[in-house]
């Protein structure tokens, strides 16, 4: 008999993860941030969005989880490599807002975590699902 397919995946990452744009939601789920291809830099929808985030009191006394990733285009430590200074990159823009470094944790998790597939079933390239593995997830503990 045969093995029905897996059904797909279900993503964490909001359809707004999309590179550089960002999700609106800072509360029980991760606030991501979409990098392009090779990039570690914000643009300015991520700027405000990080803006808004930096604002908020609950934030401002809450601890800060900084999960970097990437796509698996290159080799796994240039991923790894990529993915902290796009955790770094979230660190030091909050942290120029007035959020206390002390209390955000960078996590580099390279592309050990996808949320969309990197290929697709032909093994060609899924460009999309790259794009929405480029990201950095911000969980907020507001020390409930």
């Known amino acids: 008999m045969p093995v029905p397919a897996p059904s797909p995946s279900k993503t964490v990452a909001r359809p707004e993860s999309l590179p ?7 509360g029980a789920s991760p606030t991501t941030i979409g990098f ?5 830099g914000l643009n300015s929808e991520a700027k405000a969005m990080l803006d808004r985030l930096a604002a908020d009191p609950m934030v401002r006394g809450g601890n800060l989880t900084l999960r970097g990733h990437s796509d698996s285009e290159g080799d796994d430590e240039a991923n790894r490599i990529m993915s902290r200074k796009r955790a770094e990159a979230v660190r030091d823009y909050l942290a120029r807002k007035g959020l206390d470094r002390s209390r955000m944790r960078v996590i580099a998790l390279g592309e050990t975590r ?7 079933p032909d ?8 794009a929405r593995n480029r990201r950095v997830e911000i969980d907020v503990d507001r020390g409930g």
């Open 123 to 130: 093994g060609s390239d899924d460009s999309e699902g790259r």
């Open 36 to 40: 392009p291809q090779g990039g570690g």
């Open 20 to 26: 550089g744009a960002v999700a609106a939601d800072a």
């Open 114 to 120: 996808p949320v969309a597939p990197n290929a697709k």
